[in-house]
Structure formats: C-alpha cells, structure tokens
C-alpha cells in the first residue's frame, strides 16, 4: 500500500466513524484508535481549529448527509413510528450497515431484513412499519432500476406453455398488510414549508393520517411497483395476477406460472380465460415484457 493509500485510508476511517449521541466526532473510536491523534498525524491546525476540530467537520457532514439521504428515502416510516424513534432506528441501523457503496440509493437495501430482528424500533405498530418500508424500497428499486427493450411481436407470437417469458428489472410486486400504497402517496404530496409552524403541521398532518391507517384491520394487499416514463406508480392487483407474476418473476414457465396462480383460487374455472386474457394485455400495454427464452416441450 502506497503512502497516499495509507492516508486515504485513515482519514476514510476517521470520517466515516459514527457519530456520538450528541452528533459530534469521539475522541476515541470503538476500537480504541483515538481521533486526537490520528487528526494531528492527518491534518494540520491553523489559527481558528485545532486539528481535531477541523477532522470533526467533514467526520460530521459526511453522517448529516447519511441522515439526510436516509430520510428523503423513507419519509412513511417516520410518520408512521415518529421522529424520535426514527432517529433512533436511523442511527442504529446505519452504523449497523454503513454505506459500502459508490450510491447512497443502496442505504436502505437492508432495512426490512434488519427490522425483522430489530422490530423493537417499530413497536407497537410493527407489522404497518414493515409494509411502509417494503413499499418505500421497491419505489426506490423501481425509479432506479434497468428498462430492458420490450418483447417484440413475432416473439410474442411464439409464446407456448413452455416459454419463459422475462419482465422489466424494475417491477415489483408486493403482499401487503396495510394501504400504505394510498399513505405513502398522502405524505409524499404534503408539501409543508421552510415556516416552523407550517413544518410542524404538517408533520402533525403525517402522524395523523399513519395513525388512522394503522388503526384499520389488517387485510391481504397486492400491489405492483413500476414505471412508466421516469415516474413510478402503484397498482393494486389481485391475488391471482400477484402469484401469476411472482411466479413469471421466479423463472417458472408460462403454463407452470398460471398453474401456480390459479391452484386454490375462487375464481370460477369458466372466467380463467378471460382473466388471463385481460392480465397479459394489461400487462403487454404496460411495457412489462421484455424477452422470453424457450424450454423444450416434454413428451
């Protein structure tokens, strides 16, 4: 390792150390490395810092800026458990998974799983906080992911019960427990303003609106997170279109696929054509088919 990369690396380590409760730089690491004099080896004082002081500033910005991505990802979450256990949640969370990637978009990749043995943070609305966070990550997985060309005709065509067909990287389809599809919209378009009193209620607005939807029973939800035009969008599906497109998403062949979403359903057997019909048009109009790949028939 070269003398630059030596030095890179420490101050990378300095920086990207959490913060303490009070939001400043401790002058010992969990390690035991102490920050005063890695921060004199590193960076010179001048007449206003010292140099602990001057490490402090960009060990400082650096967590602000995970904060501040952290909350514009995941703005249903706060209101639904509140901002002083999402700060909590937040910290925690993000010193458990610190950034590793080039993209700050990948701060929340591990949240869901992380809640799962965390659920002590979203207490006692847990089950509504997981849903908000499975509906907020796919919005980000779908506004950012892949747009693969779409499934041309003369393919289409040759669609059999062995085809695989392929759908877009940046589809998303959801079980839920709660109509946080229409919250989430809700606090997304509560516009508040710079004025306090205007933040303040339109945080109170939020609250509210998380309250009365964690008051509803809970029921089964099926949602599909897409795009369409560099916006995403939420459409409600029903419990055969969610297993026929987890099923097409799982890689199963076409007739396995509508075997998988139709085992068990209530759906009359005289209406399965026509759902099926409607399904794949709605789907085709949509732009989610992208390439199939063939499978030999067995004999």
């Keep these: 390792m070269s003398e630059l990369q030596e030095i890179q690396r420490r101050v990378a380590a300095a920086i990207m150390h959490p913060l303490t409760r009070q939001e400043t730089m401790p002058h010992r690491r969990k390690d035991g490395t102490s920050n005063n004099s890695e921060a004199e080896a590193l960076i010179k004082?001048?007449?206003?810092?010292?140099?602990?002081?001057?490490?402090e500033i960009y060990n400082r910005q650096y967590w602000f800026r995970l904060y501040s991505c952290f909350e514009e990802d995941f703005p249903g979450l706060m209101a639904v458990i509140g901002r002083?256990?999402?700060d909590a949640l937040m910290r925690t969370y993000l010193t458990d998974f610190p950034s590793r990637s080039f993209t700050l978009r990948n701060l929340g990749s591990q949240l869901e799983n992380w809640l799962l043995t965390h659920r002590e943070y979203v207490e006692p609305r847990a089950e509504l906080a997981l849903d908000m966070v499975r509906i907020e990550?796919?919005?980000?997985?779908?506004?950012?992911?892949?747009d693969d060309p779409l499934i041309d005709a003369d393919d289409?065509?040759?669609?059999?019960?062995?085809s695989i067909l392929r759908l877009q990287p940046y589809l998303r389809v959801l079980k839920l427990h709660y109509s946080v599809?229409?919250?989430?919209?809700?606090?997304?378009?509560?516009?508040?303003s710079s004025d306090s009193s205007s933040n303040n209620a339109s945080i109170a607005r939020k609250r509210k609106r998380?309250?009365?939807?964690?008051?509803?029973?809970p029921e089964e939800i099926y949602l599909a997170v897409h795009?369409?035009?560099?916006?995403?969008?939420?459409?409600?599906?029903?419990?055969?279109?969610?297993?026929?497109?987890?099923?097409l998403m799982a890689g199963e062949p076409i007739g396995?696929?509508?075997?998988?979403?139709?085992?068990?359903?209530?759906m009359p057997e005289a209406e399965h054509a026509a759902f099926l019909q409607a399904a794949f048009q709605a789907w085709s109009s949509l732009g989610w088919f992208t390439r199939y790949e063939r499978q030999e028939e067995v004999l």
């Excluded at 998380?210 to 029973?217: G, I, P, Q």
């Excluded at 396995?256 to 209530?266: E, F, H, R, W």
């Design 137 to 146: 990550w796919a919005h980000i997985e779908a506004f950012d992911s892949a």
């Design 156 to 162: 289409l065509a040759e669609i059999h019960d062995g």
């Design 45 to 55: 004082p001048n007449d206003r810092l010292t140099s602990f002081e001057r490490l």
């Design 227 to 247: 795009r369409h035009e560099n916006s995403v969008f939420y459409k409600r599906l029903s419990r055969e279109d969610y297993l026929l497109l987890s099923a």
């Design 84 to 86: 002083k256990k999402f």
């Design 256 to 266: 396995m696929a509508i075997d998988t979403a139709l085992a068990g359903s209530a």
């Design 210 to 217: 998380a309250r009365h939807v964690a008051e509803m029973e």
């Design 181 to 192: 599809d229409d919250l989430i919209i809700d606090i997304r378009s509560e516009s508040g």
